[in-house]
């Protein structure tokens, strides 16, 4: 993608649920003379509907929104034509959303409580074709996801989406279905999971999912293989 023209606005889509964080953004990209407001999307739906017609060329996203992760949004989005340039807007910055994000290729991963000025810079960057990334972000790729335990270095893909739904309590006859698997296939994946993080049962699946952020996210890609 090439770097944004800084004469023209840029046109950025606000995907948050929450309205007043939501509404806070909309003024202060109103206030600017070289940005936009594309749409604001409370939900991963609309953001993906929104996208679509109002072809934004940067979108803040939320992690936590009510009907999807927001990296699973932000994949998708991504994955339009044209496809916006995607920051983060975040207070969490577990491993697992990190190395989502850092998969996925978002141009940016921004603290929620950071400064509006702190902001303007990033979306400066962004627009030229950069890449930022906060101090905690960094901090976590560099001391968790660099540790040669990590989850994504002793787990596949498939296995990580067969431990998602593990700890969600899913039985293996949905999750199979789910998946697009057989049933023995996911025993194969829990008895593998098992013995990769020395878990006994599955509560001992669900601490390790804990431990790496996995618990309160989804995947945006179980299909893999």
């Known amino acids: 993608m090439e770097a944004v023209d800084a004469v023209e606005r840029l046109r950025i889509l606000v995907v948050e649920d929450e309205h007043l964080f939501a509404d806070l953004l909309v003024r202060w990209l109103s206030q600017k003379q070289n940005l936009a407001v594309a ?18 060329q940067l979108a803040f996203v939320d992690i936590e929104l009510p009907d999807a992760n927001g990296l699973e949004v932000a994949g998708k989005l991504m994955a339009v034509s044209p496809a916006p ?8 910055c577990d491993p697992y959303c990190v190395y989502t994000a850092t998969r996925l290729g978002v141009h ?45 270095k002793i787990l596949s893909p498939r296995e990580i989406s067969v431990l998602l739904l593990v700890v969600e309590g899913v039985s293996d006859e ?5 998946l697009g698997i057989s049933p023995s296939t ?14 006994h049962k599955d509560r001992d699946l669900v601490n390790y999912a804990r431990q790496w952020g996995l618990v309160r996210s989804r995947t945006w890609w179980r299909s893999g293989t």
């Open 85 to 92: 340039r995607i920051v983060i807007l975040s207070s969490r």
């Open 174 to 178: 949905e999750i199979a279905r789910r």
């Open 186 to 199: 996911v025993n194969t994946h829990r008895r593998n999971l098992r013995v990769k993080t020395g878990a």
């Open 39 to 56: 749409g604001v999307a409370h939900s991963g739906a609309e953001a993906i509907a929104m996208c679509g017609e109002s072809k934004p």
């Open 108 to 152: 940016a991963y921004v603290d929620k409580s950071s400064p509006l000025s702190e902001l303007d810079e990033v979306v400066g960057e962004v627009a030229r074709g950069g890449r930022v990334y906060s101090p905690a972000f960094l901090r976590v790729k560099e001391e968790f996801l660099a540790d040669p335990e990590s989850f994504h």
